[in-house]
């Protein structure tokens, strides 16, 4: 199946500071990318969708100015958790739609962010 | 609110015997829903679905069940497998929303031997 990546896998970072996680589809290219969010033993919620080229449709709820997303080239998208705080820890997973049906959305590994 | 739900968080099963996986949805503008299996730490892995016209979809040992009058759909593995502990997660896309899922919240399978 298609690949698709993030970056970092887990990172630690102090109150207040930003932290910046790549979504990559390796092998294909994405015109649309989702980031969700995953809480412990929880469901996986979409935070927002990721257009190549336009700005990000952010679900009801989620904070845009908080929650970054560039969707700069075809293969890649970026969410930057801005002035992170510990409430923003959480397991946060990017997928991409490779042309075609729905079922040919593909999820990246995750990241663990941790916010002290 | 939770339109997808899956209300067993968890599922023990003996290997070689059937597990059943259950989800009720709320919106009846779905038709697309899907399984996916997600180990710890990994991103979710899709695994079957089933489009709201058919009422059952099978592959290899994984078979899809809807019902749409109930809102109901039920994930079959048959035989399980050690390697098949994971948890479950059943999704579901409405007909407007091209690629946006709704996710249940999951049900953690263990195969024991």
Same mark, same amino acid.
């Given at each position: 199946g298609a690949v698709v990546s993030q970056h970092p896998s887990r990172v630690i970072c102090k109150s207040g500071t930003s932290v910046k996680i790549e979504c990559r589809s390796l092998d294909f290219q994405a015109t649309t990318m989702f980031w969700y969010r995953q809480?412990?033993?929880? $469901?996986?919620?979409?935070?927002?969708? $990721?257009?190549?080229? $336009?700005k990000a449709t952010?679900?009801?709820?989620?904070?845009?100015?908080k929650f970054l997303i560039n969707h700069a080239s075809l293969t890649l998208s970026t969410l930057t958790v801005t002035s992170a705080h510990p409430e923003d820890s959480s397991f946060y997973i990017c997928s991409a739609i490779r042309g075609?049906?729905?079922n040919e959305q593909f999820?990246?590994?995750g990241t663990r962010l941790t916010v002290l | 609110d939770q339109q997808v739900k899956q209300n067993s968080p968890s599922l023990s099963v003996q290997e070689g015997r059937i597990s059943i996986?259950?989800?009720?949805?709320?919106?009846?503008?779905?038709?697309?829903?899907?399984?996916y299996?997600?180990?710890?730490?990994?991103g979710p892995t899709f695994l079957i679905s089933i489009s709201s016209i058919k009422d059952k979809n099978e592959d290899?040992?994984?078979?899809?069940?809807?019902?749409?009058?109930?809102?109901?759909?039920?994930?079959h593995i048959v035989p399980s497998q050690p390697g098949d502990s994971a948890v479950y997660f059943c999704a579901a896309r409405a007909t407007d929303s091209w690629g946006k899922l709704q996710f249940g919240a999951g049900t953690q399978v263990v195969v024991t031997p």
């Open positions: 809480f412990p033993k929880k $469901s996986l919620m979409l935070m927002a969708t $990721s257009n190549e080229g $336009s952010y679900e009801q709820g989620v904070e845009k100015d075609g049906g729905v999820f990246g590994p | 996986l259950n989800c009720d949805y709320t919106n009846s503008m779905f038709d697309y829903f899907l399984w299996k997600k180990y710890p730490a990994e290899g040992r994984f078979t899809v069940f809807l019902n749409k009058s109930a809102k109901h759909l039920s994930l």
